[in-house]
C-alpha cells in the first residue's frame, strides 16, 4: 500500500473547558483563524462589556490515497477503523473520516516559460476532459507563470469558463524562465483567499521543468513552502514527456543539485509533491489525457482524516491494520 499524506496547517489557541463543545464548530480548512465567544451570553444586559474568550484548537487533517501495492489501482469502500495514525509514537483518536465528501478547489498551474511548451492542443484537450470528471460542486482556476505569475480565471464551477480560459492561455515565452518559487507562492496566497474554506485544496503544476533555482524578486521557495503548507494545499505535477524536455529537466535538476551543495536556493516540485501528500504523473502528450483523467481520479478518492494535536510539529505515520490490502 502506498500512502500519499499531506498534512494541514493549525488551528493555535487553546482553551480545555470550550474544547469538546467547540470541537463540531471547528472548520476543518488549514489556515488559522480565531472565533470570539461571549461569556453568560444568555444573561440579562449589564453595564460591564461581557467577556470575550478566544479559542483555537490545533486540528490536524490528513488525506489519504490508498493504492493496491502490486496493481497500484485504487482502494475503495474502507471504514475508519481500517486507519492507524500516530503522532510521535502515540496513537490519535479520529475527529472526522471521509471519501469524497468534501468539495475540491483545484488551481491549474501552467509553465509558459523556457524553450519547451509542455502546453500544447494534446494537453489542453487533456486537460478538458480530465476536469469533466470534477463534481458540479468543485471548482477551478487556472494560472500561468514564467518570470511572472497571472491569473487566467479565477476560481469557478462553471465549466464553459473553465474550457474558454484553457483555451486563453498565453504563448510561451522562450526567453522567460520557470519562476516556480513564484508560481507556488502565489498560487497558494490564492488559494488561502478564493478557495472554498470548506473543500480540499490541490494544485496541479503542468510543466516540463521540475526543478529550478529561486527566481526574480519574489519569495525564496522556503518562504513559498511555507505558504503552500498555511494553505493546506497539495501539489500534483503533470509532465508531458518528450526527449527534449527529458534532457532539460535533467540538466535542471543537475545544476540546481550541484549548485545547492554551496548554498543555491532551489525548489523542486516533486519534494513538494510529496511532502504534501500529492503525486507528479509523468506520460507522452499524445497518452496524457488518461493520466491527467486517472490523477483527477486520485483526488477525488483520497480519504480525509482529521484529528486534534497538541503539538506544534506533527511527525505522523499512517496506516491500516488489514493485510490483505497490501
Not at 498534512?7 to 480565531?34: E, F, M
Not at 483518536?93 to 491549474?108: A, G, I, R
Request: hydrophobic share 40%.
Amino acid at each position: 500500500m502506498k500512502n500519499l499524506v499531506s498534512t494541514a496547517a493549525r488551528y493555535k489557541y487553546l482553551y480545555p473547558l470550550l474544547l469538546l463543545l467547540l470541537l463540531p464548530y471547528v472548520s476543518l480548512r488549514s489556515n488559522s483563524q480565531t472565533r470570539e465567544r461571549v461569556v453568560n451570553a444568555d444573561q440579562p444586559p449589564v453595564a460591564a462589556p461581557a467577556e470575550v474568550v478566544k479559542v483555537d484548537v490545533d486540528l490536524v487533517t490528513v488525506d489519504a490515497l490508498v493504492l493496491q501495492k502490486k496493481t497500484a489501482r485504487v482502494v475503495g469502500h474502507l471504514k475508519e477503523t481500517d486507519f492507524v495514525i500516530l503522532e510521535d509514537g502515540s496513537k490519535q483518536q479520529l475527529t472526522h473520516f471521509s471519501q469524497d465528501s468534501l468539495p475540491l478547489s483545484v488551481v491549474l498551474l501552467i509553465d509558459r516559460g523556457g524553450c519547451i511548451d509542455p502546453y500544447g492542443s494534446e494537453v489542453q484537450r487533456a486537460a478538458n476532459e480530465a476536469l469533466r470528471r470534477l463534481k458540479d460542486t468543485d471548482e477551478v482556476a487556472v494560472m500561468t507563470y514564467q518570470d511572472n505569475v497571472e491569473l487566467i480565471q479565477e476560481f469557478t464551477r462553471d465549466r464553459k469558463q473553465i474550457e474558454n480560459a484553457l483555451a486563453r492561455v498565453p504563448k510561451k515565452d522562450e526567453w522567460a524562465d520557470h519562476c516556480i518559487n513564484k508560481a507556488f507562492a502565489k498560487a497558494a496566497d490564492y488559494m488561502v483567499s478564493a478557495g472554498n474554506p470548506v473543500g480540499r485544496r490541490v494544485i496541479i503544476a503542468i510543466t516540463g521543468i521540475t526543478r529550478n533555482f529561486d527566481r526574480g524578486h519574489g519569495p525564496s521557495g522556503k518562504a513559498a513552502r511555507q505558504s503552500l503548507y498555511e494553505s493546506g494545499s497539495v501539489v500534483c505535477g503533470l509532465i508531458p514527456k518528450s526527449t527534449v524536455q527529458g534532457m532539460e529537466n535533467k540538466y535542471m535538476r543537475w545544476g540546481t543539485k550541484m549548485f545547492g551543495v554551496f548554498g543555491a536556493r532551489t525548489m523542486d516540485i516533486k519534494e513538494l509533491a510529496e511532502e504534501t501528500g500529492g503525486e507528479v504523473m509523468e506520460e507522452k502528450p499524445e497518452r496524457l489525457d488518461t493520466t491527467f483523467a486517472t490523477l483527477i481520479d486520485h483526488l477525488r478518492t483520497r480519504y480525509n482524516l482529521a484529528f486534534v494535536s497538541s503539538n506544534r510539529k506533527h511527525r505522523l505515520w499512517v496506516s491500516k491494520p488489514a493485510p490483505e490490502m497490501d
